[in-house]
């Protein structure tokens, strides 16, 4: 595997690549690398030529300076992983490389995507993605790129900023790879306490049971039962349960069988902040 830092070198051995007309898969991560990420290299893999993968803790999407600051750094293994699926480009920039001397995201709209729920709980979130995204998009100009749906309120903002600004990019969403006991995989999970962790699948479990519910229940209804369940749960606190559709991620009031919607779920286990969704049938 290459590595770089330097995005002048990287943009040189790419068109050496690009020359050849090989396409560039590319996955953007945060680093502490586990199995999601790499079924998103692995899908890569398979679709492209040659497989980009950055690792880059960004500054300016973190709303809370303690998470990132605490945000696991596992450099040698992430390589060792990276490794062991064939990666073939690693992409590690510094802070002062991506930023130079301005840590400042720019201003994005994203056509309301990004007043939802992550955009309404973590402030300046989705600018700093944005930010994030489209420089590396701009330094790597990949044929296609590879995002969870994990994360899908972000999946659904970097689709409409590659449709806005016209960019000749294909964004393809990974399905959520989880842990046996359900807990959707993330590099924040190896923070949680041994209780903490033990009681976490719990939020993939009410997840379940919403899906189950969503055919004969109302949302509101819904709503109600699972601000319940977690009043139950001592350990993990509800920041935000909401059924939205998945086009505009606006919060659903009534069904309409023309539409799709999934519910999204934001938690704490402590300090610990943990998100999932899932797709709805109505
Ligand atoms: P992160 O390093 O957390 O910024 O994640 C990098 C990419 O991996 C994002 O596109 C995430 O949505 C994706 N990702 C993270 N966790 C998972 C998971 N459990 N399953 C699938 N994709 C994931």
Redesign the pocket.
């Known amino acids: 595997m290459k590595k770089f830092n330097d995005k002048k070198a990287l943009k040189h051995c790419l068109l050496e690549y690009k020359n050849k007309n090989k396409s560039i898969g590319f996955?953007?991560?945060?680093?502490?690398l586990?199995k999601?990420?790499l079924?998103?290299i692995k899908k890569a893999k398979e679709k492209n030529d040659v497989v980009v993968v950055s690792i880059f803790v960004n500054p300016t999407q973190f709303d809370n300076v303690e998470d990132l600051k605490k945000y696991p750094k596992t450099l040698k293994n992430d390589i060792k992983l990276l490794e062991s699926v064939s990666c073939d480009v690693l992409f590690s920039p510094s802070v002062e490389e991506i930023y130079a001397d301005k840590i400042v995201s720019k201003k994005f709209i994203f056509d309301g995507l990004e007043h939802q729920m992550e955009g309404k709980f973590r402030e300046g979130h989705f600018d700093g993605v944005g930010t994030i995204v489209n420089a590396l998009f701009e330094i790597i100009e990949p044929n296609k790129a590879?995002?969870?749906?994990?994360?899908f309120q972000?999946?659904q903002i970097i689709k409409k900023m590659v449709k806005k600004k016209n960019l000749a990019i294909k964004i393809k969403g990974?399905?959520?790879?989880?842990e046996k006991d359900g807990l959707?995989?993330?590099?924040r999970n190896v923070r949680l306490s041994k209780e903490q962790r033990e009681i976490a699948p719990f939020i993939f479990k009410t997840l379940k049971k919403v899906r189950k519910k969503f055919g004969t229940k109302s949302v509101s209804e819904i709503n109600e039962w699972v601000e319940n369940q977690f009043k139950k749960q001592p350990l993990l606190e509800l920041e935000y349960f909401t059924i939205a559709e998945e086009k505009t991620l606006e919060t659903a009031q009534i069904k309409e069988s023309n539409k799709k919607y999934r519910a999204f779920i934001a938690v704490f286990a402590g300090k610990i902040r943990l998100i999932d969704n899932i797709r709805l049938k109505n």
């Not at 996955?27 to 502490?32: R, S, W």
């Not at 590879?146 to 994360?151: A, I, T």
């Not at 990974?174 to 989880?178: A, G, K, L, Q, T």
């Not at 959707?184 to 590099?187: L, R």
């Open positions: 996955v953007p991560t945060m680093g502490a586990h999601g990420h079924s998103l590879y995002f969870g749906q994990k994360d972000q999946l990974c399905p959520i790879f989880r959707a995989m993330s590099s």
